[in-house]
C-alpha cells in the first residue's frame, strides 16, 4: 500500500462496532465514461467502446487513428483537472447511500490522482454525498484488508472493476463484494466479475442486498 494512502486511511474515525460501506466512485457514483466522452468531444476525439479498456480505444475523429498510450496518459491527467467536477451522479446513488448510513458508516475509495482529492471531494458533497474520500493508487486489496480489520461488523465494497473485486476476494475474503458499472455500455461489455456476491447497474438493487445482509446478521 502506498504511503499517502495509508496515512489517508489512518486519518479516518472509525467506529469497529458499526457496518462499513466502501465504495468507488467513477461508474458506481458519478458517470465517468459519458463524461470522458464529452470532455474527448471537445478535443475532437472519440471513444471505441468496443472492450473495456481506454488506452488503445480513444481515437481521432478524422482518421480514426487510436491515440498512443503516453497521449491517452496526457488527455486523462488533463480530464482529472478540467472535467472532475462535471460529472454526472449516478441516479439513486446520493439517496441509497444516505439510507445506508443510518446503519452503516460509509468511505468512498477512487483511484484518482492526489493533487484531485479535493476537486472530487467537492463533487461528492455537492451532489449529496458527503463522505471520507480516500484517493487511493493502484489495487484497492491492500486498503480493505486495512479497513475490513478494524471492523468486526459487516463490511462491503463497491466497485466497476473485476480485478479490484478479485484483489479484495483474495486480501479480505470476508468482505462483502457489489460489481456495480452504471454505464450499461461498459456492463455488457464486462459482463459480471468473477468475484461478487451482487452484480448490478441500479442502487436500489445494491441498496436491498446491503440492507437485507445487514438484516441477517443483526444489525
Given at each position: 500500500?502506498?504511503?499517502h494512502?495509508r496515512s489517508q486511511?489512518d486519518?479516518?474515525?472509525l467506529?469497529?462496532?458499526?457496518?462499513?460501506?466502501v465504495t468507488d466512485?467513477?461508474?458506481?457514483v458519478a458517470?465517468?465514461?459519458?463524461?470522458?466522452?464529452?470532455?474527448?468531444h471537445?478535443q475532437?476525439?472519440w471513444l471505441?467502446?468496443?472492450?473495456?479498456?481506454?488506452t488503445?480505444?480513444?481515437r481521432?475523429?478524422?482518421?480514426?487513428?487510436?491515440c498512443t498510450?503516453a497521449?491517452v496518459?496526457?488527455l486523462?491527467?488533463?480530464?482529472?483537472?478540467?472535467?472532475?467536477?462535471l460529472?454526472?451522479?449516478v441516479e439513486g446513488a446520493?439517496?441509497?447511500?444516505?439510507?445506508?448510513?443510518?446503519?452503516a458508516?460509509?468511505i468512498?475509495?477512487?483511484?484518482?490522482?492526489?493533487?484531485?482529492h479535493?476537486?472530487r471531494q467537492?463533487w461528492?458533497?455537492?451532489?449529496g454525498?458527503?463522505?471520507p474520500?480516500i484517493?487511493?493508487?493502484g489495487s484497492?486489496?491492500?486498503p480493505l484488508?486495512?479497513?475490513?480489520?478494524?471492523?468486526?461488523?459487516?463490511?462491503?465494497?463497491l466497485?466497476?472493476?473485476p480485478?479490484?473485486l478479485?484483489?479484495?476476494?483474495?486480501?479480505?475474503?470476508?468482505v462483502?463484494l457489489?460489481?456495480?458499472i452504471?454505464?450499461?455500455r461498459l456492463?455488457?461489455?464486462t459482463?459480471?466479475?468473477?468475484n461478487?456476491?451482487l452484480?448490478?447497474?441500479?442502487?436500489?438493487d445494491a441498496r436491498i442486498f446491503?440492507?437485507?445482509e445487514l438484516?441477517?446478521h443483526?444489525?
Amino acid at each position: 500500500m502506498e504511503p499517502h494512502v495509508r496515512s489517508q486511511l489512518d486519518a479516518l474515525s472509525l467506529d469497529p462496532q458499526r457496518p462499513l460501506i466502501v465504495t468507488d466512485a467513477d461508474e458506481v457514483v458519478a458517470y465517468f465514461i459519458a463524461g470522458l466522452e464529452r470532455f474527448l468531444h471537445r478535443q475532437e476525439l472519440w471513444l471505441d467502446l468496443k472492450s473495456f479498456a481506454i488506452t488503445g480505444n480513444i481515437r481521432r475523429s478524422g482518421d480514426g487513428q487510436a491515440c498512443t498510450p503516453a497521449e491517452v496518459k496526457a488527455l486523462l491527467n488533463e480530464f482529472f483537472v478540467s472535467d472532475t467536477e462535471l460529472l454526472d451522479p449516478v441516479e439513486g446513488a446520493a439517496e441509497a447511500l444516505r439510507t445506508l448510513s443510518a446503519r452503516a458508516q460509509i468511505i468512498v475509495l477512487s483511484n484518482v490522482p492526489q493533487e484531485i482529492h479535493p476537486a472530487r471531494q467537492r463533487w461528492l458533497r455537492r451532489h449529496g454525498m458527503d463522505y471520507p474520500l480516500i484517493a487511493n493508487t493502484g489495487s484497492k486489496g491492500l486498503p480493505l484488508r486495512h479497513l475490513s480489520e478494524q471492523i468486526s461488523a459487516p463490511v462491503f465494497f463497491l466497485d466497476d472493476l473485476p480485478p479490484h473485486l478479485d484483489a479484495v476476494a483474495e486480501q479480505a475474503s470476508r468482505v462483502r463484494l457489489l460489481h456495480f458499472i452504471a454505464d450499461k455500455r461498459l456492463a455488457a461489455l464486462t459482463g459480471r466479475a468473477r468475484n461478487c456476491h451482487l452484480h448490478t447497474s441500479h442502487w436500489p438493487d445494491a441498496r436491498i442486498f446491503i440492507e437485507n445482509e445487514l438484516n441477517s446478521h443483526g444489525f
